[in-house]
């Protein structure tokens, strides 16, 4: 497990220290919305691993129709390529949170830079800011944790018994392709899933207790 970090938040408003790209630096390119084809810097920390373009791509096709106006939860969010793809494709809002704080620095960078203020990061450890109760259900929440660390199994109750996601919300996971499917709470219905290489990443849709789709 990831050591804890003091919460911290940083928005786009925030001051942030300018830093030069370096030749570690990864580089993420959104692919859609608004700010397509945008090229964004972050550190090289943390063993980030951004979803590929062609996954991407997939997913945000699924979740077209309910994208506008979604408040979005991208949890391990790393570079931040599901959360900002998510705003440039018309969500309202999105809630960015990573442990490591070069990663949420450059976060609130990027954020700065797109000139938007529709994003905000919480520099935390991702188990105790699902600890604390929602203040609001997310419409939408990404959930893309380090493989092999048994995150899922740890982090799915908490979104459900937390008040995180409610009847009509989706959930989106990235596991490892080699391990079986996780377990997700009662009324967790799975809507799309598909495998490439080494990894599975499924969509589902939250719905009432011994409700079918």
Sequence with gaps: MPRRQRRTTASPSAPSSARRPTRADGELRIIGGEWRSRKLRFPDAGGVRPTPARTRETLFNWLAPHLPGAACLDLFTGSGALGLEALSRGAASATLVDHTPALAR?????????????????????????????EHPM??????PPFRQGWLERLLPLLADGGWVRPGSWVYLEYESERPAPTVPAGWRLHREKTAGQVTYALFRVQAAGRSE
């Design 106 to 134: 450059a976060l609130g960078d990027n954020l700065k830079a797109l000139n938007t203020n529709r994003g905000h990061v919480v520099c935390a450890d991702v188990v105790a800011f699902l600890q604390h109760p929602a």
């Design 139 to 144: 419409d939408l929440v990404f959930l893309d």
